[in-house]
């Protein structure tokens, strides 16, 4: 093979540092996870027998490319219940990351800027290199909350998109009212494309979670099942925005992954009539025992949703400091630098039964005292 056959496009980026952590944790014995971003409760019973039944009835072949009526009509019927837009479609996409990879190859042209909030979802500079986007960072240390005056200062004639995530991975910021309106309505007066990606939505413990589409309807909505229904692995997500991009998202669709799995499709079809509020309450007891078992040793932005911590590391950066981890405690975190320009923080994920979280707490707690 010649070195020349390799697109010059994948030297934009490198693999992901997340899963550099899962193939050395696929070698450790009994290690302390906290590096997984998916849930530990499995996808709910009633959800696995329509998954089942769709398959025992021979829901197998392809789907329709926007998705099928059973979930896409659902989907409509409670995204139009709360935003009333009326020019708003929605479409079924092959989990959320497909619908960010179709986002930007329809609204991102070469040159074009995309503001990034750091720390960042590690998916986000990525695509955004792939299709010749610059990426615009916009750093929101030390509380991780969003300076409105700062990004109206990035815009520029050359801005494209602004990607918003709140709760966000991987610091578990959620932003408030006052937040998510002003970047909904600094979009909206700047012509620039909000993509808010609310994977998360569900896991929101301190208030209410807003999306910048209740203020901003020309906002594209990214979200899935993955995450609040424990079904990472079937891969369905959706977007919801202007007719427009919903349109063009699709035709990219038909060329690039065809479909979301069939069968899995009904399955979330009934997972929209489970209540998982429960889970989420679980999650929310999880967040508060990493709170206060590290509150003495570390500082910590009290996460207001999804299921992560984004500490300070005590001394050294964060490459050096995971690296003790792993290698004196069998601890699984994730380097700060994964996800950001710095290198001073470390991810953890609280998606992890109760005994292993009080495992790695009591590890942090000894290697603050190195």
């Not at 994977?199 to 906002?219: H, L, M, Q, W």
């Not at 429960?278 to 570390?298: C, H, S, W």
């Not at 950066?317 to 950001?340: D, R, Y």
Request: charged share 25%.
């Amino acid at each position: 093979m010649s070195v020349h056959w390799i697109a010059d496009r994948t030297k934009c980026f490198d693999s992901s540092g997340i899963r550099k952590v899962f193939d050395l944790g696929a070698k450790l014995k009994n290690p302390i996870n906290l590096s997984i971003g998916q849930p530990d409760f499995d996808v709910p019973e009633l959800v696995r027998q329509a998954a089942i039944d769709a398959i025992q009835d021979g829901k197998n072949g392809y789907a329709l490319t926007q998705g099928m009526p059973v979930l896409r009509d659902k989907l409509q019927g409670r995204i139009d219940q709360e935003f009333r837009h009326g020019d708003r479609q929605v479409f079924v996409a092959s989990g959320t990351s497909g619908a960010l990879v179709l986002a930007m190859m329809a609204l991102v042209n070469p040159g074009d800027e995309v503001i990034v909030f750091d720390p960042f979802f590690v998916m986000y500079n990525s695509l955004a290199a792939i299709v010749g986007g610059k990426v615009v960072y916009i750093d929101t240390y030390p509380d991780f909350r969003i300076d409105l005056d700062r990004v109206a200062s990035a815009i520029t004639p050359r801005t494209k998109m602004i990607l918003f995530n709140s709760p966000a991975n991987p610091t578990g910021a959620a932003a408030g009212p006052e937040e998510v309106e002003g970047i909904a309505r600094l979009a909206e007066e700047r012509n620039v494309v909000l993509v808010s990606d609310e994977i998360y939505r569900g896991f929101s413990y301190d208030g209410p979670f807003v999306s910048p589409a209740k203020y901003n309807p020309e906002t594209l909505v990214i979200d899935g099942f993955s995450k609040s229904s424990g079904m990472p692995g079937w891969r369905v997500g959706f977007a919801h925005g202007p007719r427009a991009i919903i349109q063009e998202m699709v035709k990219l669709q038909q060329y690039t992954f065809v479909c979301a799995p069939h069968p899995f499709q009904w399955a979330a079809a009934a997972a929209m009539d489970i209540d998982m509020t429960p889970q989420f309450e679980t999650y929310r007891r999880k967040r508060d025992m990493i709170v206060e078992g590290l509150a003495n040793d570390y500082e910590l932005v009290t996460p207001g949703g999804a299921f992560y911590a984004f500490p300070k590391v005590p001394w050294g950066t964060g490459t050096e400091f995971v690296t003790k981890a792993i290698e004196e405690h069998q601890l699984l975190i994730i380097p700060g630098n994964v996800f950001s320009r710095r290198d001073t923080h470390f991810r953890i994920s609280y998606a992890a039964p109760d005994a292993v979280i009080e495992r790695g707490i009591e590890a942090l707690k000894k290697l603050a005292k190195r």
